[in-house]
C-alpha cells in the first residue's frame, strides 16, 4: 500500500525558515517524479514545486522561487520541503504527492507563518 | 500561464439528480486533465485521470469527457456522499494549475 506521511509543520515567525519531510512507502520511491501542493485555510489548491525521479530537475511556482528549495533522498525514500524566508501568505496545509496528477497524497501538515 | 477556468463554483441538486461540472483551459493541453474530490479536512481523492478515464475504485457514475479544450466531470444519480469540493488538474505543462473549485451539496 502506497503511503505518504507529511511531518514538520507548526507555527513559525515571519522571515524565517521551515523544513517538511515526506516520507514515501509502498513503493519504489526512486522511480516516480514527485510534488508538494498547499492549500491556503478556505481557498483552493495550488501546486507549490516538482522534482523529477532522480532529483536533478527541479521546477517552482513563482511565488516561492529563490525561497522554496524541494530536494529528495531516495536511500532514505523521503521528499523535502525547505522554507526559507517565510510570509504570511505561506500559511496553508501542504501535501507531498507522488506525481501531479496521481491518485496519491498524503494526509497533509499545517505551516503557520505568523508573529 | 495556462489557466483553467472551473464553472459553476456551487451548485445544488438533490439525490439521483445528474449534475456537469466544467473546466476551460486557456489553450490546448491534450488529455492531461484530471478530476479530484476534496471533502472537509482531508486530502483530495483522484476520480479522472487522462481527461476521462475512470481512477480505480471510483464508481462508474463518475464520468469525464473532452472537448476541444473544454473538460467535464458529470455526476449520474449524485448520492448523498458526493458532497464535497471538487477540482480539475492540468498537468500538461509547469506551472501546473488547479480550477478554482466547485462545491457541491446535496439537497
Known amino acids: 500500500e502506497v503511503q505518504l506521511v507529511e511531518s514538520g509543520g507548526g507555527l513559525v515567525q515571519p522571515g524565517r525558515s521551515m523544513k517538511l519531510s515526506c516520507a514515501a512507502s509502498g513503493f519504489t520511491f526512486s522511480n516516480y517524479g514527485m510534488a508538494w501542493v498547499r492549500q491556503a485555510p478556505t481557498k483552493g489548491l495550488e501546486w507549490v514545486a516538482t522534482i523529477s525521479y532522480d532529483g536533478s530537475s527541479t521546477y517552482y511556482r513563482d511565488s516561492v522561487k529563490g525561497r522554496f528549495t524541494i530536494s529528495r533522498d531516495n536511500a532514505k525514500s523521503t521528499l523535502y520541503l525547505q522554507m526559507n524566508s517565510l510570509r504570511s501568505e505561506d500559511t496553508a496545509t501542504y501535501y507531498c504527492t507522488r506525481e501531479m496528477g496521481s491518485a496519491y497524497w498524503g494526509q497533509g501538515v499545517m505551516v503557520t507563518v505568523s508573529s | 500561464d495556462i489557466q483553467m477556468t472551473q464553472s459553476p463554483a456551487s451548485l445544488s441538486a438533490s439525490p439521483e439528480e445528474i449534475v456537469t461540472i466544467t473546466c476551460q483551459a486557456s489553450?490546448?493541453?491534450?488529455?492531461?486533465l484530471a478530476w479530484y474530490q476534496q471533502k472537509p479536512g482531508k486530502s483530495p481523492q483522484l476520480l479522472i485521470y487522462s481527461a476521462t478515464s475512470l481512477a480505480d475504485g471510483i464508481p462508474s457514475r463518475f464520468s469525464g469527457s473532452r472537448s476541444g479544450t473544454q473538460y467535464s466531470l458529470k455526476i449520474s444519480r449524485l448520492q448523498v456522499e458526493d458532497t464535497g469540493i471538487y477540482y480539475c488538474?492540468?498537468?500538461?505543462?509547469?506551472?501546473?494549475?488547479f480550477g478554482s473549485g466547485t462545491k457541491l451539496e446535496i439537497k
Open positions: 489553450q490546448d493541453i491534450g488529455n492531461w
Open positions: 488538474l492540468q498537468r500538461y505543462s509547469n506551472p501546473f494549475t
